[in-house]
Nanobody, 120 residues
Framework: VQLQESGPGLVKPSQTLSLTCTVS????????WSWIRHPPGKGLEWMGA???????YYKPSLKSRTSISRNTSKNQFTLQLSSVTPEDTAVYYC???????????????WGQGTQVTVSS
């Protein structure tokens, strides 16, 4: 299974960050698919996930700003994070797990990550 993140590397404060994860070698209609980020100087943070059936789960502190959706015909899932601030600057990863977990170490396949900077 291979995952590849794509999206803009620079987002202005108050705007919406939008990233897409393209999956190959496996179907997003199986397993669980997460977005995880790594802010500078901090640990990995699980943000949310979409399941094989399209159900979504979010980190409570981010739930009001986060939306995860999918396009099964393209085998892609997307992250939207609204009202971003410089605190949202991070490397963003998409990742797969076989059983639902919020634990980042429980994900077995990861994309290479994409740097997103929030700055005016």
């Amino acid at each position: 299974v291979q995952l590849q993140e794509s999206g803009p590397g620079l987002v202005k404060p108050s705007q919406t960050l939008s990233l897409t994860c393209t999956v190959s070698g496996g179907s997003i209609t199986t397993n669980y698919w997460s977005w995880i980020r790594h802010p500078p100087g901090k640990g990995l943070e699980w943000m949310g996930a979409i399941t094989y059936s399209g159900s979504t789960y979010y980190k409570p502190s981010l739930k009001s700003r986060t939306s995860i959706s999918r396009n099964t015909s393209k085998n892609q899932f997307t992250l939207q994070l609204s009202s971003v601030t410089p605190e949202d600057t991070a490397v963003y990863y998409c990742a797969k797990c076989e059983a639902f977990t919020r634990d980042t170490s429980g994900h077995d396949y990861w994309g290479q990550g994409t740097q997103v900077t929030v700055s005016s």
